[in-house]
């Protein structure tokens, strides 16, 4: 069993940055690749970035390159995601979630991922 907890949403201006946080406990935090969802009112839950279990490699969705980051301390068991460049449109709840590696460095579906935080709300006011 893996719990993971979220910190450091919050309201912020566009144009601003915020940098979520997703803490791990339960097993060793190595084993699992990790990923960032976001849900916004009225959609489906999206993907947005994902990182291997070393951290070496990632995947940042489309909608959000260039402006997100996805990293990892292994030795404090975190995952973080830097946002930059905000936009309204990046409203929404931000979950972490975390995924048994099995046959690829990470996954960008939500049903490859077996645990999820409760998530973090992100406000972006025009």
């Known amino acids: 069993q893996v719990q993971l907890v979220e910190s450091g949403g919050g309201l912020v201006p566009a144009g601003g940055s915020l940098r979520l946080s997703c803490a791990a406990s339960?097993?060793?935090?190595?084993?699992?690749?990790m990923g960032w969802f976001r849900q916004a009112p009225g959609k489906e839950r999206e993907f947005v970035a994902a990182?291997?279990?070393?951290?070496?490699?990632?995947e940042i969705a489309h909608s959000v390159k260039g402006r997100f980051t996805i990293s990892r301390d292994n030795a404090k068991n975190t995952v973080y995601l830097q946002m930059d460049s905000l936009k309204p449109e990046d409203t929404a709840v931000y979950s972490c979630?975390?995924?048994?590696?099995?046959?690829?460095?990470?996954?960008?579906?939500?049903?490859?991922?077996?645990?999820w935080g409760q998530g973090t709300q992100v406000t972006v006011s025009s």
């Open positions: 979630a975390a995924a048994t590696i099995r046959d690829s460095y990470y996954y960008i579906r939500s049903y490859e991922y077996d645990y």
């Open positions: 990182i291997s279990g070393s951290g070496g490699s990632t």
């Open positions: 339960g097993r060793t935090f190595s084993n699992y690749a």
